[in-house]
Antibody
Framework: EVQLVESGGGLVQPGGSLRLSCAVS????????MHWVRQPPGKGLVWVSR????????TYADSVKGRFTISRDNAKNTLYLQMNSLTAEDTAVYYC?????????WGQGTLVTVSS | QAGLTQPPSVSKGLRQTATLTCTGN????????AAWLQQRQGHPPKLLSY???DRPSGISERFSASRSGNTASLTISGLQPEDEADYYC???????????FGGGTKLTVL
């Protein structure tokens, strides 16, 4: 069974940092590109970042470029999102998702709240 | 115009048919096609279709997708109470080199 489990969310002050993790199981992690997608409270889905299987090809939304870093550890079957210089606009549920034709499997999400 | 445009809400009766639309441009929907995702309240999104009308295993045939030019559509037939959810379209934009989501359509089953 394919599973994606996010962790690392929480309350952080503006300007602070947080690292999210997404532990996967049930498939060959190293064979897939992976994404982070976020959803602000009461709003729609927003694509954040993508990393391909070897970890060297990464893409970011303009809104997070230069502040967020996506990475992966294929030996640990884990995807990461390092988030720096956080602002209130980054408050959202963050989902990791597998890419197969589109976003075919999603985690349950982890809530990040940026507030003083 | 960047982004994918979806109507904010659609309401239909039980057992009726609903058609949801998603309008993009030649760089995304018109070129790459669109995927559709369903998100029930309090749950993560679930993929319903991709490449315009391929369905993942386990997705009901009541969900049918199509595309005409720069507009993708999702048709849900025989509406059931459990179909009440938010529906999002998604596409890769080859000009922006980014994945796009529509703003979502809230489907109400009366």
């Amino acid at each position: 069974e394919v599973q994606l489990v996010e962790s690392g969310g929480g309350l952080v002050q503006p300007g602070g940092s947080l690292r999210l993790s997404c532990a996967v199981s049930g498939f060959t992690f190293s064979s897939y590109c992976m994404h982070w997608v976020r959803q602000p409270p009461g709003k729609g889905l927003v694509w954040v970042s993508r990393i391909c299987s070897d970890g060297t090809t990464t893409t970011y939304a303009d809104s997070v470029k230069g502040r967020f870093t996506i990475s992966r550890d294929n030996a640990k079957n884990t995807l990461y999102l390092q988030m720096n210089s956080l602002t209130a606009e980054d408050t959202a549920v963050y989902y990791c998702a597998r890419e197969q034709m589109s976003f075919d499997y999603w985690g349950q999400g982890t809530l990040v709240t940026v507030s003083s | 115009q960047a982004g994918l445009t979806q109507p904010p809400s659609v309401s239909k009766g039980l057992r009726q048919t609903a058609t949801l639309t998603c309008t993009g441009n030649n760089n995304n929907v018109g070129n790459q096609g669109a995927a559709w995702l369903q998100q029930r309240q309090g749950h993560p999104p679930k993929l319903l279709s991709y490449k315009n009308n391929d369905r993942p295993s386990g997705i009901s045939e009541r969900f049918s997708a199509s595309r005409s030019g720069n507009t993708a559509s999702l048709t849900i037939s025989g509406l059931q109470p459990e179909d009440e959810a938010d529906y999002y379209c998604s596409a890769w934009d080859s000009s922006l080199s980014t994945w796009l989501f529509g703003g979502g359509t809230k489907l109400t089953v009366l």
